[in-house]
């Protein structure tokens, strides 16, 4: 048996974020906990959704005490002002760390469970009660994917790993993607990010289960990529490209409710460990699962390489967009060395989406592909 779902309302085009407050209000809901961080608030990226929302005779109030991988204090914190707010909803404006923790204090908001007793690798997703209250996503990055993903990732304060909290109650009921909110992201973000989106594609298309829909959109993301990708880095007010990076984000994560793989369990010690980006994090690990993964699905590989331009080799291909949009190979030039690997290593065999991964991978095997991509 498989189930395939698609149900967040997604409104795509340049200016659109004037219809926010309209959306809002159609929730049934008046006061609103917006919630977002440090550097979306600095760069004026709140400006149109906070006036979107004000149009709309909607009470708001910010939030931006969220760090770069979200805590459980900037979720404790973020749950207290939506109770003192008397918020009834949440929206969120930013990249994935705003829009993860803006879904996690809408479920702290109804749901006191520690974190632990929710962790997806326990499957506990099953204990998000169905009170979630209303969550907007406003992306101002093009590569999570966040706004249309059930998923809210945050590191635990009692284990110190990043944490998967997975429940479609915390899919967004609306997601609003404006270009305009993008063009103001540098060019090694932009890069980063972009391959936060394509790696969810590559992992999304070669993990294992049965779900035509989403490899159908994991491939139809990976062809936005290889074709805007480039663009967006080189000219980053070009709305087409912008436009065509949010899009390909968006279909990641809705590709990835199949299942990620190997990289990303490689991706996410390194980020609560390192503090590496968490787009970086991926493109640097990205080839040499890919190539470790060619075996068991030769024929994926391929197609994945074709979109690329290069079927003989698709890792091949990933590495040369990667150089061709300015990131730096290897691990060691983001500072890990050979001696962080074996806990790195550990972690990621902790991880839950090496289980989708179409190779099986012990920690042996993840240790070697942290190796690889050192
Ligand atoms: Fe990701």
Request: charged fraction near 20%; include cysteine; charge should be negative.
């Amino acid at each position: 048996m498989s189930i395939w779902s698609f149900p967040t309302k997604i409104i795509f085009g340049a200016g659109e974020i004037q219809k926010l407050g309209a959306e809002a209000a159609a929730l049934g809901v008046s006061r609103v906990l917006v919630v977002a961080d440090a550097g979306v608030e600095k760069n004026g990226l709140l400006q149109a959704p906070l006036s979107a929302l004000a149009a709309a005779g909607l009470v708001t109030h910010v939030f931006t005490r969220v760090d770069g991988n979200p805590t459980e204090q900037n979720i404790e914190d973020g749950a207290k002002e939506y109770a003192s707010h008397r918020a009834e909803a949440v929206v969120a404006v930013g990249g994935g760390s705003p829009m993860d923790a803006a879904k996690l204090i809408a479920l702290r908001a109804v749901c006191s469970l520690p974190f632990e007793e929710l962790d997806d690798a326990i499957d506990g997703g099953v204990h998000v009660p169905a009170t979630v209250p209303p969550i907007i996503t406003v992306p101002t990055t093009a590569g999570t994917g966040s706004e249309v993903g059930r998923s809210g990732v945050l590191t635990l304060r009692s284990t110190g790993r990043k944490t998967v909290i997975f429940s479609p109650r915390l899919l967004a009921k609306v997601a609003i993607l404006d270009p305009e909110l993008t063009v103001s992201m540098p060019k090694g973000v932009t890069a980063a990010t972009g391959f936060d989106a394509l790696t969810h594609c590559v992992e999304a298309y070669l993990s294992l289960g049965d779900h035509p829909l989403a490899d159908a959109i994991a491939l139809g993301g990976i062809e936005l990529v290889a074709h805007y990708l480039e663009r967006a880095v080189a000219e980053p007010t070009d709305l087409e490209a912008r436009g065509g990076m949010m899009k390909a984000a968006m279909m990641g994560a809705i590709a990835f409710q199949k299942g990620l793989g190997a990289c990303h369990s490689l991706a996410h010690p390194l980020s609560s460990e390192h503090g590496l980006h968490h787009g970086l994090a991926n493109a640097l690990c990205l080839p040499p699962v890919v190539a470790f993964n060619q075996p068991a699905v030769p024929d994926r590989v391929r197609r994945v390489g074709a979109l690329l331009g290069n079927p003989a080799d698709a890792p091949a291909a990933i590495a040369a967009l990667r150089s061709r949009v300015g990131i730096q190979a290897g691990l060691a030039s983001a500072g890990i060395r050979e001696e962080h690997l074996a806990p790195l290593a550990q972690k990621a065999a902790l991880d839950a989406c090496h289980r989708s991964n179409p190779r099986p991978c012990s920690e042996e095997d993840l240790l070697g592909l942290y190796r690889a991509s050192l």
